[in-house]
T-cell receptor, first 116, second 116 residues
Framework: AQKITQTQPGMFVQEKEAVTLDCTYD???????LFWYKQPSSGEMIFLIY??????QNATEGRYSLNFQKARKSANLVISASQLGDSAMYFC?????????????FGTGTKLQVIP | DVKVTQSSRYLVKRTGEKVFLECVQD?????MFWYRQDPGLGLRLIYF???????EKGDIPEGYSVSREKKERFSLILESASTNQTSMYLC???????????????FGQGTRLTVV
């Protein structure tokens, strides 16, 4: 079964608009972490934002925020005021396990294209 | 800055060859991971390791093995390369920790492997 599901293979957004990229996850581990990464066409993986399963507040990092709905098992990424440089692949990832043992799995990604 | 270095950027191997992909990190991270990335499939976890000599199968371990004799080095081995192993291979490392920021994965630049 897929642990991380990203249902939007591709999305378009107008420059300066906000966009939400969906991510749902599946785990029975009570302690887990959720991450979003950006992969531009250059191929590097850039960490954007993190949400811990016990965090009470939604994470924010500049223009990025994570809409964490624990009961729904969703962790959507919201990018505000989109810029042309935001055009990239975006991956949601989940870390399971605590302390030493940690397994990190990724979704299939969403390709975001920002239109001028 | 954390650095994760993969030994080759591009590699071409013949079917049936034994292939070694090397990954070295310089931040004393406990966890190391090998993924393969294919279009439409995202990043799929092959193997991961949370300590020296410790290894765990990921979601697609068939046809691969790994070695971690030193903390900083994690090797992926294709026992007998096949054409369906043509892919981009990404190595990553992360610090151990639970429910804390700063435990995101850092990635190498990737190895584009072609098996002919």
């Amino acid at each position: 079964a897929q642990k991380i599901t990203q249902t939007q293979p591709g999305m378009f957004v107008q420059e300066k608009e906000a966009v939400t990229l969906d991510c749902t996850y599946d785990t029975s581990d009570p302690s887990y972490g959720l991450f979003w990464y950006k992969q531009p066409s250059s191929g590097e993986m850039i960490f954007l934002i993190y949400q811990g399963s016990y965090d009470q507040q939604n994470a924010t990092e500049g223009r990025y925020s994570l809409n964490f709905q624990k009961a729904r098992k969703s962790a959507n990424l919201v990018i505000s005021a989109s810029q042309l440089g935001d055009s990239a692949m975006y991956f949601c990832a989940m870390r399971e396990g605590g302390g030493g043992y940690q397994k990190v799995t990724f979704g299939t990604g969403t390709k975001l294209q920002v239109i001028p | 800055d954390v650095k994760v270095t993969q030994s080759s950027r591009y590699l071409v191997k013949r079917t049936g060859e034994k292939v070694f992909l090397e990954c070295v990190q310089d931040m004393d991270h406990e966890n190391m991971f090998w993924y393969r990335q294919d279009p439409g499939l995202g990043l799929r976890l092959i193997y991961f390791s949370y300590d020296v000599k410790m290894k765990e199968k990921g979601d697609i371990p068939e046809g691969y093995s790994v070695s971690r004799e030193k903390k900083e080095r994690f090797s992926l081995i294709l026992e007998s390369a096949s054409t369906n192993q043509t892919s981009m291979y990404l190595c990553a490392s992360s610090r151990a920790g639970e429910g804390r920021r700063g435990t995101e994965a850092f990635f190498g630049q990737g190895t584009r492997l072609t098996v002919v």
